[in-house]
C-alpha cells in the first residue's frame, strides 16, 4: 500500500519536477501520515489479529476520521482552500509581477482550474 503511495510522489515528480520530492510525498500520504495521531488519540480504532488478511495482520475497526470518502473529500477540500490562501496571501504581499506578459500569463493559467472542473464532471460517477 505504501508503496503505491510513493509511487504517486515520484510518478507527480516527474510531470512537477520544480516541486520537492518532500512536498509531494506528504500530499501522496497526508491520510496515513495524520491516520497514527488519530490513532493515538483514541479518535480511531485498529486491532492487530495475525492471519486477518494476507498482507497485514490489521484490521481496521474504526477510521471515519482519516479515510472515509467524506472525510478525504473534506481533507481535500481544505488542502484546495489553503493553497488559494496562500497563492492569495503571495499576491497580497509579494512583489509585483515583473512585466505585463509575466501577468497575462498567470491569467491564463486559470484556465487550468476551468479545465480541471470539466475533467472533474466527465470522470465523476453519478449514483443511480
Sequence with gaps: MFIGHFGIGFGAKAAAPRLPLGSLFLASQFIDLLWPALLLLGME???IVPGTTTVTPLEFIYYPISHSLLAVLF?????LVVFLLLMYLGSL?????PNVTVLAWIGQAQWILILWGYWIDRHR???K
Excluded: E, K, Q, T
Design 45 to 47: 480504532r485498529v486491532n
Design 75 to 79: 481533507w481535500a477540500l481544505w488542502a
Design 93 to 97: 504581499f509579494g512583489s509585483p509581477p
Design 125 to 127: 460517477n453519478s449514483v
